[in-house]
């Protein structure tokens, strides 16, 4: 016996019954190209605010008068919110079609936007936040969805390819246009720039977007379901997030990581008992779809948490202003630009498999080159290393895409597309902690030799945590009046022991990418990616 809350949709069975097989488009409605340009306007608005934040948290937490905590809720509560629902809002997608809840999604956000920029008080920002995280996760498997439906087999790719691009641009951009923003507009600024963003993308979805579905959509919710892994997914990146705060030993650490363990093993049990689950665990048979979920996770675990550090590395190893690093990290977004529609077309001509294998390892080995960086490296060294790994990511981003949605079964693009998404943010998260407590350890282990063969002042072993938690983010705990000689000493042993910490980070990313590509090597094309051409359109 299920508990669940079964919605009548008689009429819905019938449109898509009537609906028969897709005819191509002549018109502008519905129109693929068009669809993707509709669609990408609102994943770049998405996108954009996932790294143009970051550059406005200073601002705001001194013009709010914020504490450290609220500012870090101002990006916590957003990722959790993301990654919470993304899975729950691709079955929606799937339930009532991708159209409807992608232009909420649009509306939501930029809404959500407009009130952030308004805020007068730091919990309001919170609040809006965690609504944008919602309302971005409604938006997100709905594109990959629309995409999904609405381009043929031998055109999904390219598509995906372009989608990726409009991803790397913007993620290159947030930066950028962040950081000038701020200095020159407000903070607020960077929040308001989502409003006409935003309408623009609703325009050209209600004159653009079709409705797709497929005669047997779900046609239910799994309450149970949803609350089990919303519950299980918030525990983990909550537990990921707080490690390096309360350490990986901590009890309130493994409570979390033991709640989230409990609900997904709780989530798995009740989804074999529910007749219309939230995931069908069926879809996981598939070992090429499973094999591109962990492929998600592990990419995202050696990009995102290696990328952590480089932001640190640039700005306080080397001085530079969050424009400038935004700058010197084009070399990585711009041939993620750049490779996403190439890997579109050899991942059509070749399938899935070599790319996917190839560009892992181009990120491994770009990973094993940045290891190797020191304080005194050229801008031209790093960029070669940074261009490699965009260049590997490339057909990763896009073919592991292809491999978990064109593997799903068309009614359920909606759950694979949020599946991608919620890989990626568990990979990212899991990837930041970890890399980050091998930092840490690292740090930890050489800095009181470090500080000892530089001849410098002994300190006490409250002054060297205290000031090794500085060094982890390259900070040089140089203390107010000291001799330039002192200082200069002081800020060598710090730079030093930061990139023998990033290093080792970074080696252990590379390691992660080795495994990826020999996971990678169990993927190939979707068995269902020609489904989206014969797509019901309502």
């Not at 601002?59 to 990654?83: F, M, R």
């Not at 930092?439 to 063969?453: H, I, P, R, T």
């Amino acid at each position: 016996m299920t508990s669940q809350i079964t919605v009548d949709d008689q009429d819905d069975r019938a449109l898509a019954k009537e609906s028969g097989p897709a005819q191509p488009r002549t018109g502008l409605r519905g129109h693929p190209w068009l669809t993707l340009f509709a669609v990408a306007i609102g994943v770049m608005m998405v996108t954009l605010d996932g790294t143009i934040v970051a550059v406005a948290n200073p601002a705001i937490q001194k013009d709010l008068g914020a504490s450290l905590a609220d500012v870090q809720w101002i990006t916590n509560g957003y990722l959790l919110a993301l990654a919470v629902s993304l899975i729950t809002a691709g079955k929606l997608g799937d339930r009532f079609g991708h159209r409807q809840t992608f232009l909420i999604g649009i509306a939501g956000f930029a809404v959500s936007s407009a009130i952030i920029g308004f805020s007068s008080g730091v919990e309001l920002v919170i609040g809006f936040r965690v609504a944008q995280g919602v309302f971005g996760a409604l938006l997100m498997p709905a594109a990959l969805g629309l995409l999904r439906a609405t381009f043929p087999a031998e055109k999904l790719n390219m598509a995906i390819g372009i989608w990726g691009m409009v991803i790397g641009a913007s993620t290159a951009a947030g930066p950028i246009v962040g950081g000038l923003l701020v200095e020159n507009v407000s903070w607020q600024s960077v929040f308001f720039i989502n409003v006409p963003v935003g309408i623009v993308a609703l325009a050209f979805g209600l004159f653009i977007l079709v409705d797709h579905r497929a005669e047997n959509a779900p046609r239910s919710f799994d309450i149970p379901g949803i609350l089990l892994l919303s519950v299980a997914m918030f525990s983990l990146i909550w537990a990921l997030i707080k490690a390096s705060e309360w350490g990986w030993g901590d009890l309130k650490t493994l409570l979390f990581l033991g709640l989230s363990v409990l609900c997904f093993v709780a989530f798995a049990l009740w989804e074999n008992r529910v007749a219309e689950p939230l995931i069908p665990l069926g879809m996981f048979r598939s070992l090429p779809l499973s094999a591109g979920t962990v492929l998600m996770v592990l990419m995202a675990f050696a990009f995102m948490g290696g990328l952590f550090f480089v932001t640190f590395y640039l700005q306080n190893i080397h001085g530079m202003s969050p424009v400038d690093s935004g700058l010197h990290l084009l070399p990585l977004t711009g041939m993620m630009i750049i490779g996403s529609p190439l890997a579109g077309i050899a991942i059509t001509k070749v399938g899935p498999r070599i790319p996917l294998v190839a560009g892992m390892v181009a990120t491994a080995t770009a990973c094993f080159g940045m290891a190797q960086l020191t304080p005194q490296t050229g801008t031209l060294t790093m960029s070669l290393w940074f261009a490699l790994m965009g260049f590997g990511l490339a057909p990763v981003m896009v073919g592991a895409t292809e491999v978990i949605v064109g593997n799903a079964p068309l009614e359920l693009s909606g759950v694979a597309g949020g599946l991608q998404q919620a890989a990626m943010q568990v990979g990212g998260s899991l990837g930041t902690a970890v890399l980050g407590a091998v930092m840490a350890s690292k740090v930890d282990s050489v800095f009181g030799d470090n500080w000892a063969a530089a001849k410098l002042p002994p300190l006490t072993p409250e002054q060297t945590d205290l000031a090794a938690k500085g060094v982890q983010v390259g900070i040089a705990p140089v203390p107010p009046g000291a001799p330039d000689q002192v200082a200069r000493a002081i800020t060598g042993v710090a730079h030093d022991t930061f990139v023998s910490g990033m290093s080792t980070a970074f080696t252990v990313a590379a390691v992660v990418a080795v495994l990826a590509a020999i996971v990678a090597s169990f993927t190939k094309r979707g068995a269902n990616a020609a489904a989206g051409a014969g797509a019901a359109h309502i």
